[in-house]
Nanobody, 130 residues
Framework: QVQLVESGGGLVQPGGSLRLSCAASGFTLDLDAIAWFRQAPGKEREGVSCIRRTEGTACHADSVKGRFTISRDNAWNTVYLQMNSLKPEDTAVYYC???????????????????????WGKGTLVTVSS
């Protein structure tokens, strides 16, 4: 089993920055990737960013490219989402999720929501407001 715990959310002004963390524990060796999703009030959940475990390749949704950056530590204990130039429309509950390696995948597929994610964190709220 894998446990995921998000942290780092909070209230930030437009144009500000925030870094989210996703701490992964348990049996993580068979994971294909960890991805960030978000869900704003009244909207569907959408993929934000993804990083693949083995290759270390990363991708981001068009709406956050140039502003958000996903990364991980070398031991793969923590995945980060650095969020810069935040906008009010970034307000959402942000979740990290992980998928086991059991099929062919590509990085953008995670952001597009093409895969079943086996493990989810409980989310952390990001509010962008002046």
């Amino acid at each position: 089993q894998v446990q995921l715990v998000e942290s780092g959310g909070g209230l930030v002004q437009p144009g500000g920055s925030l870094r989210l963390s996703c701490a992964a524990s348990g049996f993580t060796l068979d994971l294909d990737a960890i991805a960030w999703f978000r869900q704003a009030p009244g909207k569907e959940r959408e993929g934000v960013s993804c990083i693949r475990r083995t290759e270390g390749t990363a991708c981001h949704a068009d709406s956050v490219k140039g502003r958000f950056t996903i990364s991980r530590d070398n031991a793969w204990n923590t995945v980060y989402l650095q969020m810069n130039s935040l906008k009010p429309e970034d307000t959402a509950v942000y979740y990290c999720a992980a998928k086991v390696r059991n099929e062919r995948t590509y990085c953008e597929g995670y952001v597009r929501g093409l895969y079943y994610m086996n493990y989810w964190g409980k989310g952390t709220l990001v509010t962008v407001s002046s």
